[in-house]
């Protein structure tokens, strides 16, 4: 079972940008899908980004698209999102995930909140 | 973008009763179907996955059944700990959407 870690949220105000980081324990990672998906205080949960085993396949949801750029490094079993243009609405807990080749989410990180506020 | 909707919004029921939960899509997605748990200061566990099968560690009470629009997850007799919100999310097309949720909790 993997074990997932998010770090990197925070406060940040409106229009500015944020990376996040997801470290991955064990050997798994690298033939691993990823996500991000997040979760707006007292909300349902939204799908955000995906990220292919090798990194050579992205999607994104239509409302981060153009902002947001999921990357990995499997040298170090770490995932990445790096968010620009921040806005509001933006404000959530974000989780990592795990795919394994079936675009269910079988493990989970514990979230890292993202505030954007002046 | 397939739209899923989870009814009801809540479901007040007491230990022991069985829960029938329902996730509704705005068009086909075969049997390409999970069903997530989350309890408060959480993050999701997956339960079900392809509409039927249990992921791993899923206690055989939790089923899950239905194909193309239409999907049910079943509680069969619920525990203390089945006290929670779920979550529909279906892998058929991308974007991948989830449900609204449906919140389970003790009557």
């Known amino acids: 079972q993997v074990q997932l870690g998010e770090s990197g949220g925070g406060v940040v105000q409106p229009g500015r940008s944020l990376r996040l980081s997801c470290v991955a324990s064990g050997s798994i990672f690298s033939r691993s899908g990823m996500h991000w998906v997040r979760q707006a205080p007292g909300k349902g949960l939204e799908w955000v980004a995906m990220?292919?085993?090798?990194?050579?396949?992205?999607y994104y949801a239509d409302s981060v698209k153009g902002r947001f750029t999921i990357s990995r490094d499997n040298s170090v079993n770490t995932l990445y999102l790096q968010m620009n243009i921040l806005r509001a609405e933006d404000t959530a807990v974000y989780y990592c995930?795990?795919?394994?080749?079936?675009?269910?989410?079988?493990?989970w990180g514990q979230g890292t909140l993202v505030t954007v506020s002046s | 973008e397939i739209v899923l909707t989870q009814s009801p919004a809540t479901l007040s029921l007491s230990p022991g009763e069985r829960a029938t939960l329902s996730c509704r899509a705005s068009q086909s997605v075969s049997s390409y179907l999970a069903w997530y748990q989350q309890k408060p200061g959480q993050a999701p566990r997956l339960l079900i996955y392809d509409a039927a099968n249990r992921a791993t560690g899923i206690p055989a009470r939790f089923s899950g059944s239905g194909s193309g629009t239409d999907f049910t997850l079943t509680i069969s007799s619920l525990e203390p700990e089945d006290f929670a919100v779920y979550y529909c999310?279906?892998?058929?097309?991308?974007?991948?959407?989830f449900g609204g949720g449906t919140k389970v909790e003790i009557k």
């Open positions: 999310q279906q892998r058929s097309d991308w974007p991948l959407t």
């Open positions: 990220i292919w085993y090798d990194g050579t396949n992205k």
């Open positions: 995930a795990r795919d394994r080749g079936t675009r269910y989410l079988d493990s």
